[in-house]
């Protein structure tokens, strides 16, 4: 992709790349860990919680902080002080449960640091006109991580354990680190005026004042809050109502993963013939059409297509709202937006996947995939057919 000429982006590409190694075989690791250290789900389910609560609660809070200091500083530190801590998983963690959530809650701070700052900086390293391009780049790096080493990850933690696999991670995350430090100076451009707790309050009120990302935002929160049932209700779907197992629930993740990188790699060329606003709500209305069709149509071989097809429909709506939300955001404020936007969408996941998981019993899952899809594509609909996403306004000049 052309969008790799630009030496400092193509850094932040690799250091990404490197990280997810890393970070996809400490997840498993992670999870295997704490299973077989306690022998109950409910301790999976608190490490997962303490991760989400470091979102949702300290994200935005950090941002605000992170706003008025080099970007590229807290790019390099926030990866170069994860590495002693998840090497600490294995010495202290896997001896105390107590000091193992210690060390995911600091290093969940530490990627709420990152993750938000990453994504600001996107526009700093590239032109305007090829932001899409690079948000592409950037999920698909993701997605790619997902298919290569999610799956090397188990066989890896079965071989040598886990220990092994965190040190693993350690250095993943002190080379991306070193690559990061080739980038150039980030620093705001305009320090803000406000006292700190005003930062914070504007950056959470600028997602939802500006007219643009309040409409973005919300239609995206409510589809999340309905079409995240797939999160957990997918295995239940495999096992209980396809008789396909665990085996074919990993072939479902994996048509999803394909379909989102063939959607990483397509998206530019769509993007050139359909405005990113315009794209962004088609998607999430086909993206909810293709999860009613699971519930509709529970046969694997459906299944499976509608899954590779929402992998697509993913990425073709994810990838213009974080443009949307660069381009309708100050440089300076781009750090909380995109930290308020993360602990609102991880919001609605848990939303989805709670009521996902309550109605299951009583629905089943067809039924509860029908209703999701349905309300996803309603949401979608709605804002298509009451004036859509306003464009930037240096686009409509």
């Known amino acids: 992709m052309k969008v790799l000429r630009h030496r400092a982006f193509a850094r932040l590409i690799l250091s990404y790349l490197v990280s997810q190694a890393g970070s996809k075989v400490h997840r498993v690791a992670l999870l295997v860990l704490v299973y077989l250290l306690t022998k109950n789900a409910l301790w999976v389910s608190l490490v997962l919680g303490v991760q989400l609560l470091g979102t949702v609660v300290f994200s935005p809070l950090l941002s605000a902080w992170a706003d008025t200091q080099d970007r590229k500083r807290l790019l390099v530190w926030s990866d170069l002080l994860r590495a002693p801590l998840v090497a600490l998983i294995p010495l202290l963690g896997a001896k105390s449960l107590p000091a193992l959530l210690l060390l995911v809650f600091l290093m969940e701070l530490l990627r709420d640091l990152h993750d938000p700052i990453q994504n600001a900086v996107v526009p700093d390293l ?31 933690v079965a071989a040598v354990g886990p220990a092994f696999a965190f040190y693993l991670d350690a250095l993943s995350y002190l080379a991306s680190g070193l690559l990061l430090t080739g980038l150039p100076s980030l620093r705001p451009t305009r320090l803000p005026k406000a006292g700190y707790l005003e930062r914070v309050k504007e950056g959470v009120g600028h997602l939802f004042r500006h007219p643009t990302l309040r409409r973005a935002v919300g239609t995206l929160f409510t589809a999340a809050a309905f079409g995240s ?31 989102a990188i063939l959607g990483g ?36 071989a459906w299944v499976l297509a509608a899954f590779f097809a929402s992998g697509f429909l993913n990425m073709a709506f994810i990838v213009p709202a974080r443009s949307i939300l660069q381009l309708n955001t100050p440089q300076e404020m781009r750090g909380r937006i995109f930290a308020a936007f993360s602990a609102v969408m991880n919001a609605a996941v848990l939303l989805g996947t709670m009521w996902g998981g309550a109605l299951e019993g009583a629905l089943g899952a067809p039924k509860v995939f029908v209703l999701a899809g349905a309300m996803v594509a309603l949401a979608a609909g709605y804002a298509l057919l009451t004036g859509g996403i306003p464009a930037p306004k240096a686009q409509e000049a």
């Open 229 to 259: 049932v797939e999160t957990a209700l997918g295995v239940v779907l495999a096992i209980k109502w396809l008789g396909v197992g665990s085996a074919g629930f990993g072939f479902m993740e994996a048509a999803m993963a394909l379909g």
């Open 126 to 156: 590239v032109p305007e006109e090829e932001v899409d391009e690079a948000n592409s780049l950037i999920l698909l790096a993701d997605r790619l991580s997902e298919v290569l080493f999610v799956g090397a990850a188990g066989v890896l």
């Open 265 to 300: 790699v397509g998206l530019p060329y769509l993007l050139k013939r359909i405005p990113r606003e315009r794209l962004f709500l088609l998607a999430l209305l086909l993206f909810g059409v293709f999860e009613a069709s699971v519930g509709l149509f529970p046969v694997f």
